[in-house]
């Protein structure tokens, strides 16, 4: 008989991964790198743009729109015949360095990494090299579909789509390793024996 044994060791390991995972979020989206994942317009397209948004959607507020919407048959006719767009929209500006999301981020970030230390214990590997093929692989397998779906299913160009992936599957391993590698022993990595 065995039990799974949960350390201090496991949620500190947790937070020093959710902490990895976030620098190397901000490496990806809080640096000059990010606009590696943008489309540009300039800057006339861009006045006429927002101006277009704030009054088509400014009244129905903050969301994520699909347009056109194909559940009219108007709709679907428009679908077909493009441009189509989702956009995430925000009645209200804020800082393209916002504070509050930073902080958001990075308490999302120290859950992530206790999530993840939580699911090496649970798996039960005792050694590195296990732990690092788990991580990888699920980070991986995660990334691809939630990440590389949108472009598949939703026929969007693939460039943002695949930073976010690459940003994704970096950081998520990132975490993963460090947390196998410096906070798991043999004995808290997965089962204990009696």
Do not use: C
């Amino acid at each position: 008989m065995g039990r799974t044994f949960i350390g201090i060791r496991t949620v500190i390991g947790g937070l020093a991964g959710g902490g990895v995972l976030y620098l190397v979020g901000f490496l990806f989206w809080g640096t000059p790198l990010s606009t590696l994942a943008f489309s540009k317009v300039d800057d006339a397209a861009n006045a006429q743009l927002q101006a277009a948004l704030a009054q088509g959607l400014t009244q129905s507020g903050t969301g994520t729109y699909h347009i056109p919407w194909p559940s009219s048959p108007q709709g679907t006719v428009l679908h077909g015949r493009g441009p189509i767009a989702t956009i995430h929209f925000n009645t209200q500006g804020f800082a393209p360095v916002d504070s509050a999301s930073l902080l958001t981020g990075l308490v999302l970030a120290l859950i992530t990494g206790v999530l993840i230390a939580l699911g090496l214990t649970f798996a039960g590997v005792r050694t590195f090299g296990e732990r690092v093929r788990i991580v990888v692989l699920l980070s991986l397998a995660a990334t691809l579909y939630l990440d590389i779906g949108q472009p598949v299913f939703n026929h969007y160009g693939a460039g943002y789509f695949i930073y976010t992936f690459v940003a994704d599957v970096l950081g998520l391993s990132a975490a993963g390793i460090v947390i196998a590698r410096w906070f798991m022993s043999g004995a808290d990595a997965g089962v204990t024996r009696h």
